[in-house]
């Protein structure tokens, strides 16, 4: 159980364009979802916490117009990375967590979308 | 404020060594406690956890005790394999933000046949 799923795995795009990253929970309803970036190397960065029909909550120093988050389901958030530029080019993972017992008290990743913009 | 310090990598070591990663923690209050582990190119899988003070986690050969008066939780086994090779995450959990992840900084661990 608890398995978070995201798609595409992997993005190639051209710089200026938006990207879109979706992160879905299948056998649990996910109440909090997290977005991290990952530099090579490097640990996980968290960039925000959204909770299903709210507004995403940003960490400091992240743009929110430039990384456009929701989630408006207890199934699915979504990443939009817009007017990418080569400096986006990251490792970007998901996790969530839900309301009962077996997903409260942890985060549940996803596997990762590279995201390349050329 | 909350933090996870974990040794440095990159650890080497040869097929059927001891292995000991070290993590240290900063926290208000009381944090579950997590390790992960991450295979080249994927996303994080839960290795273990504790939940409070004493509470041993353990899963593939993988232990760590929740050590409250040291506010430590190493990663320990007996006996490493060539799959183990990856990269190790310590993590705690705040219950007071929503349920966010503090990370350690990772440690690489390399097992050479």
Known sequence: GAVVSQHPSWVICKSGTSVKIECRSLDFQ????????QFPKQSLMLMATSNEGSKATYEQGVEKDKFLINHASLTLSTLTVTS????????YICSASGRDESSYNEQFFGPGTRLTVL | GD???QMEGPVTLSEEAFLTINCTYTAT?????????QYPGEGLQLLLKATKADDKGSNKGFEA????????????KGS??????????????????????????GTELSVKP
């Open chain 2, 29 to 37: 209050g009381y944090p579950s406690l997590f390790w992960y582990v």
């Open chain 2, 80 to 105: 490493v394999q060539v799959s183990d090779s990856a990269v190790y995450f310590c993590a705690l959990i705040l219950y007071n933000q929503g349920g966010k992840l503090i990370f350690g900084q």
């Open chain 2, 65 to 76: 005790t929740y050590r409250k008066e040291t506010t430590s939780f190493h990663l320990e």
């Open chain 1, 30 to 37: 996910a109440t909090t979802m997290f977005w991290y970036r």
């Open chain 2, 3 to 5: 933090s996870v310090t």
């Open chain 1, 84 to 91: 990418a530029h080569p400096e986006d080019s990251s490792f």
